[in-house]
């Protein structure tokens, strides 16, 4: 899946590399780094709302049951 490219899409992106600008990695370090951790948080992220979706729709809760 392609991401969308709106008008910020560079100046996050920019904003994102800065936080590991000038630790020592090289340029495709830091993407790979930057990649890594995003992709870490939207799978947490997914994960947690999967997870609520799931208590939301299966009924009773632990306590009611």
Do not use: C, H
Not at 6 to 26: A, C, F, H, M, V
Not at 45 to 65: I, K, L, M, Y
């Amino acid at each position: 899946m392609r991401s969308l490219l709106g008008p910020n899409t560079s100046r996050k992106y920019e904003t994102e590399l800065k936080t590991l600008d000038g630790i020592g990695l090289s340029d495709l370090d830091m993407e790979a780094g930057l990649t890594t951790l995003l992709n870490v948080v939207w799978g947490a992220a997914r994960d947690q709302r999967s997870g609520s979706n799931s208590r939301e729709n299966s009924g009773p809760t632990f306590s009611e049951w």
